[in-house]
């Protein structure tokens, strides 16, 4: 079945950097376009970033300059490499296989990493 697992969260300081891993199997990888949600306590779970199988990207507002989305196909792994992070970014971050075509959002999600921003 599929499985993605998650890691790389934790407590940063403002201004501080993180990078999220997710590693994916029990699938075709390549294929589908792949994505990190977040969700704070209190609020909806929101999109942070995709990545399609050919490299294309899209971001949230919020993270854009910020935040860099990519993918090893041969590791079937996709990253979020997080900078300049901000006490608003804190949020349990989940990583989705989305859909073979188009931006969507898929029906598999990882457990989710804690990312916390404080000082």
């Known amino acids: 079945q599929v499985q993605l697992v998650e890691s790389g969260g934790g407590l940063v300081q403002p201004g501080g950097s993180l990078r999220l891993s997710c590693a994916a199997s029990g699938t075709i990888f390549n294929i589908y376009t792949m994505g990190w949600y977040r969700q704070a306590p209190g609020k909806q779970r929101e999109l942070v970033a995709q990545?399609?199988?050919?490299?294309?990207?899209n971001y949230a507002d919020s993270v854009k300059g910020r935040f860099t989305i990519s993918r090893d196909n041969a590791k079937n792994t996709v990253y979020l490499q997080m900078n300049s992070l901000k006490p608003e970014d804190t949020a349990v971050y989940y990583c989705?296989?989305?859909?073979?075509?188009?931006w969507g959002t898929g029906d598999y999600w990882g457990q989710g990493t804690q990312v916390t921003v404080s000082s």
């Open positions: 989705n296989r989305g859909l073979v075509l188009g």
């Open positions: 990545i399609m199988s050919g490299g294309t990207t």
